[in-house]
C-alpha cells in the first residue's frame, strides 16, 4: 500500500524537545519531507532529507532517517509556543512529482 | 510574488448544486496538485497537472474535474456536490524534479 503512517498527537512542555515520528512504506522514494501547517494555513516546507543520508540538521530541527526500518524522525529541539502546528511526513512517489502525505502529527505546546 | 492564490477562501452549498475553485501560481512551475484535506485523514491527492495540458487522475478524484487553463491556472469542478466532499481544499504548485510543493491557502467547503 502507500500509507504513510504517524501518530495523530503530541504534547510537549515548552522548552523540552519534541519527537515526531514517521513510517513510510516506498523505499525507492529519492526525497522525504517534513512540512508545516498552522492553524488555518497551507502547508509549508519545512526541511527535507535525500534518502541516501541518514540525518540533516538544520537549527532547531534534526531529521533522523532509517531506511532499514524505513522509518523517519523529526526532532524540535527546545520547542516554543510558535511551534504548535500540524506536522506531515511525505515521501515521493517513484520517479514522479507526487507527494505521499502522512496523516499528521498534532503538536501542541504548552508552557 | 503572491506565491499560490486560491478563491474563495470559504464556500457553503447545497446538495446537488456546482461550483469550481480557483487556483492560480505566478512562480511559473510546470507541476500543480489539488488535495483534499480530512480531519485524521492527511492530504489526499484528487488531481495533478504535470504540465500545461495534462492532467491525471490522484488517490480521490471521483465527483471532481479539472482544468489547466494555461500554465498558471488549475481549477477544480464540482459537478454536484455531495455532502462527503465537505472538506478543506488545497491547491499546490512545485518546479521540475524539486518535490517541494508550496501551498495555497486553502478553500472551506460545506455542503449541506
Known amino acids: 500500500g502507500e500509507d504513510v503512517e504517524q501518530s495523530l498527537f503530541l504534547s510537549v512542555r515548552e522548552g523540552d524537545s519534541s519527537v515526531i515520528n514517521c513510517t513510510y512504506t516506498d523505499s525507492s522514494s529519492t526525497y522525504l519531507y517534513w512540512y508545516k501547517q498552522e492553524p488555518g494555513a497551507g502547508l509549508q516546507l519545512l526541511t527535507y532529507?535525500?534518502?541516501?543520508?541518514d540525518m540533516k540538521q538544520d537549527q532547531r530541527l534534526t531529521v533522523l532517517l532509517n531506511k532499514k526500518d524505513k522509518h523517519l524522525s523529526l526532532r524540535i529541539a527546545d520547542t516554543q509556543t510558535g511551534d504548535s502546528a500540524i506536522y506531515f511526513c511525505a515521501e515521493t512517489k517513484y520517479n514522479t512529482d507526487k507527494l505521499i502525505f502522512g496523516t499528521g502529527t498534532r503538536l501542541q505546546v504548552f508552557p | 510574488n503572491a506565491g499560490v492564490t486560491q478563491t474563495p477562501k470559504f464556500q457553503v452549498l447545497k446538495t446537488g448544486q456546482s461550483m469550481t475553485l480557483q487556483c492560480a501560481q505566478d512562480m511559473n512551475h510546470n507541476s500543480m496538485y489539488w488535495y483534499r484535506q480530512d480531519p485524521g485523514m492527511g492530504l489526499r491527492l484528487i488531481y495533478y497537472?504535470?504540465?500545461?495540458?495534462?492532467?491525471d487522475k490522484g488517490e480521490v478524484p471521483n465527483g471532481y474535474n479539472v482544468s489547466r487553463l494555461n500554465k498558471r491556472e488549475f481549477s477544480l469542478r464540482l459537478e454536484s456536490a455531495a455532502p462527503s466532499q465537505t472538506s478543506v481544499y488545497f491547491c499546490?504548485?512545485?518546479?521540475?524534479?524539486?518535490?517541494?510543493?508550496?501551498f495555497g491557502p486553502g478553500t472551506r467547503l460545506t455542503v449541506l
Open positions: 499546490a504548485s512545485s518546479g521540475q524534479g524539486s518535490g517541494e510543493q508550496f
Open positions: 497537472s504535470a504540465s500545461e495540458g495534462t492532467t
Open positions: 532529507i535525500f534518502s541516501n543520508m
